[in-house]
């Protein structure tokens, strides 16, 4: 490593960024580092690579107002010595820079963090726990509908938890909210960017396809981390035999990844509708004339209440999230129930326990 590599540093604690003085790290993913600061703040700094789209980021996070989505505080662009600068986006400047965004600090952990947990113990959450974190994902949804945003990157490590609970004894006990965060990937629905959105395992076949998507996208990834909470297990364990063996092209092991994931998803919700397989610019990669996958064998059905019979589910149980999973894990976007539909539905009528006192709910019509 170079001493040029100096200049590329990421922030840590301890380090002071437009003015906010860094205390431990609260997350990290793929585009930035997420640091606590005083007092009950977080501050998610991005990668110097990325700080251009941080603008997007910021204008479609401002318009969402919510109990379920994390708040924006405020937004700048700092230098890599953390000093707050006024940067345009165009032109682009020549100087490294990095976008800061300011956020409420969320007293809990994210939703993977739970889903490991519960895995470690080898137990699963009651469903009243489910249908909570379900319930506000879900008002969290409606929200970003009635503002025109699809997130397109809903999976568990971008929903947290806030609760004073350590344990699983007590997160099973204490009142908690779901919140949405992270719109780094997040779109107007009228002004997408990409074909294909959303991390592999919460990806709907439409973006796999290449078809036009909206927000029954977001329906589709939702539907994915309320079975991964209840079950600690993936809906779609995607896997490619070349990624293993790691003497394939990445290409290669895309394509393999995506019709594996494509024959995963025929054998949990059916074969997948001709109309959709025509709307797709990569449907022909991976469907013959006839709609049959090329390259892979045809599974063997097993629709979702057998996979929770497999999983030594109950049955009184079983059928009750799969009342509620079914309606959104349509293969054709246009039949998967809306978000406003699913905060009627019956699971989370039963099941979800009423909000925590003194929340003040901000949606829209409720
Ligand atoms: N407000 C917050 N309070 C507490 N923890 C947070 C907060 N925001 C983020 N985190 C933690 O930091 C992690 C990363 O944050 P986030 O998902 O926003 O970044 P990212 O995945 O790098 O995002 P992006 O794709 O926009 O670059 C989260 O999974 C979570 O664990
Ligand atoms: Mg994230």
């Known amino acids: 490593m170079s001493g040029g590599v100096r200049l590329c540093k990421s922030m840590e604690a301890g380090d002071v960024c437009g003015g906010h003085k860094l205390q431990a790290e609260l997350g990290s993913g793929y585009f930035s580092t997420v640091f606590a600061a005083h007092p009950d703040l977080a501050v998610k700094i991005q990668r110097s690579k990325y700080w251009d789209e941080g603008w997007d980021e910021a204008r479609l996070w401002e318009r969402l107002q919510s109990t379920n989505i994390v708040r924006l505080h405020e937004h700048f662009v700092a230098d890599l010595s953390g000093k707050r600068v006024a940067a345009k986006r165009r032109p682009k400047p020549k100087q490294l820079l990095r976008h800061v965004f300011v956020m409420p600090a969320v007293r809990g952990r994210d939703l993977m963090h739970w889903v490991d947990a519960y895995a470690e113990a080898r137990r699963r959450p009651p469903l009243r726990l489910v249908a909570a974190v379900a319930r506000d994902l879900f008002r969290a949804l ?3 509908q009635e503002a025109n945003v699809l997130h397109t990157d809903i999976k568990p490590e971008n929903i947290l938890v806030e609760s004073s609970a350590t344990t699983l004894d007590e997160l ?4 908690l909210t779901a919140m949405l965060t992270d719109f780094g990937c997040a779109c107007d629905d009228w002004e997408k960017v990409s074909d294909s959105v959303c ?4 990806q709907p076949p439409e973006s796999i396809l290449c078809a036009d998507y909206t927000f029954s996208l977001d329906v589709w990834s939702a539907a994915c981390t309320v079975f991964e909470f209840a079950t600690t297990q993936l809906l779609f364990d995607v896997r490619s035999a070349s990624a293993c063996s790691g003497d394939s092209h990445d290409d290669e092991v895309a394509d393999e990844l995506d019709e594996h994931h494509l024959s995963l998803m025929q054998s949990l919700c059916g ?3 001709k109309r959709l397989i025509s709307k797709g610019q990569r449907s022909r990669d991976f469907y013959s004339a006839r709609g049959r996958l090329r390259k892979v064998a045809a599974r063997e ?3 979702l209440p057998t996979q929770f019979a497999a999983l030594g589910w109950p ?4 059928a009750a999230l799969c009342g509620f999973l079914l309606p959104l894990l349509q293969l054709a976007p246009s039949s998967r129930q809306g978000a406003r539909e699913t905060l009627d539905s019956a699971f989370l009528q039963a099941f979800a326990p009423p909000p925590c006192p003194g929340r003040v709910i901000t949606e829209s019509g409720e």
């Open 142 to 144: 409606v929200v970003l």
């Open 172 to 175: 099973e006990e204490q009142p």
């Open 199 to 202: 991390t592999r395992q919460y």
């Open 271 to 273: 074969e997948m509708p």
């Open 301 to 303: 059905r097993r629709p």
């Open 315 to 318: 049955p009184a149980e079983s």
